[in-house]
C-alpha cells in the first residue's frame, strides 16, 4: 500500500520516502539494537521530529518534551548507566519526556499561578501517556524511512537521578522512555504477540475465557525461543513477566518523582 500524501507543517513540507507504507511500519515493527555507522539524512531525522510534533495530547497540552542526543559523549554516559549497547551505537537517542516545567514557566510568564497538576496521579498518567504516544509517532515515522528503532523503558529505572542530571532535566520533568534510532544493521525475527482474541474485547471485559489464550500464548513464546537456533533458550513468558515485576518491585520510582518534582498527593 503505497501513500503519497505529502505532509505539510509551518516549516513547509516533508514527503514520505518512496514505498512509505503505514502497514509495514506498523505490522512488521520489530525492536534493532544494532546500527550501521552511516548517519540519518536529515530530512528523516526531520520527519521523524516533524511526527512527534503532531502527537495528540491530553487537552492539547502537549505536556512532553524530547531530547533528541547525538552527542556521543551523552550517549555513552547513558550507555554506562543503563547498560544497554544500543544507547551507544544508534545514530540518534531520544529521550521522551512528561514535562510540566513548560506550562509553570508560561504561567509565570502571563503573571498566572500555576496549579501543581503534576501532583496528582492524573497528572503523571497524563505526562506519561503524552510522552509514550510521541514515542509511538516516532517509531512509525522512523520506521516508514527504514530506519531500525529500540524503546530502552530501563531508561527510566536505571538511574533516574543520574539521568536527570546528565539532561540537566527541571522539576516537573521526568524520563518515561528512551528510544534508539538508527541505519539497521540486523533485522531480528519478530516475536509472538499476543493474538487479538486477548488483546480486543467486544463491549465489555471478559470476566471468563482467558485462561486457556493465555497458557496457549505462554506456550508459543515458549516455542518460540526454542527455535531459535544459537540462540535457543527455555524462556516462557508468563515466568518471564514475573520475574520482571519481581525486580520491578526494589525500583523506588516514587521517591524519585517526587525528587523530578513529582509530589504525589492524590
Not at 505490522?27 to 526531520?46: C, N
Request: one cysteine or more.
Amino acid at each position: 500500500m503505497e501513500n503519497n500524501i505529502i505532509y505539510n507543517n509551518l516549516n513547509g513540507a516533508v514527503e514520505p520516502s518512496k514505498g512509505y507504507s503505514v502497514a509495514k511500519s506498523l505490522l512488521q515493527r520489530r525492536s534493532v539494537r544494532r546500527y550501521e555507522r552511516e548517519p540519518i539524512p536529515e530530512e528523516d531525522l526531520q520527519f521523524i521530529r516533524e511526527a512527534i510534533g503532531n502527537t495528540p495530547t491530553s487537552y492539547n497540552g502537549q505536556q512532553y518534551s524530547v531530547i533528541e542526543i547525538d552527542d556521543q559523549n551523552i550517549k555513552e554516559q547513558l550507555e554506562a548507566i543503563t547498560g544497554q549497547k544500543q544507547m551507544k551505537t544508534s545514530n540518534r537517542v531520544f529521550a521522551f519526556l512528561s514535562d510540566f516545567n513548560k506550562i509553570k514557566v508560561a504561567a509565570k510568564a502571563k503573571g498566572l499561578e500555576y496549579v501543581d497538576f503534576q501532583n496528582t496521579a492524573d497528572g503523571l498518567i497524563v505526562g506519561t501517556v503524552d510522552a509514550a504516544l510521541a514515542m509511538m509517532s516516532a517509531i512509525v515515522a522512523a520506521e516508514s524511512r527504514g530506519l531500525g528503532c529500540c524503546p530502552i523503558g530501563y531508561a527510566r529505572t536505571a538511574d533516574p537521578e543520574a539521568i536527570s542530571k546528565l539532561l540537566h532535566l527541571p522539576q516537573g520533568v521526568y524520563l518515561v522512555c528512551a528510544l534508539a534510532v538508527g541505519v539497521p544493521r540486523e533485522m531480528p525475527q519478530m516475536k509472538p504477540k499476543q493474538p487479538e482474541n486477548l488483546l480486543i474485547f467486544k463491549n465489555q471485559y471478559p470476566s471468563e475465557g482467558l485462561e486457556q489464550p493465555l497458557l496457549d500464548y505462554d506456550q508459543l513464546i515458549l516455542d518460540y525461543h526454542r527455535s531459535r537456533g544459537d540462540n535457543a533458550k527455555e524462556e516462557d513468558w508468563i515466568g518471564k513477566m514475573l520475574e520482571y515485576y519481581a525486580e520491578g518491585m526494589n525500583y523506588s520510582m516514587l521517591a524519585s518523582l517526587k525528587a523530578r518534582g513529582y509530589a504525589l498527593e492524590k
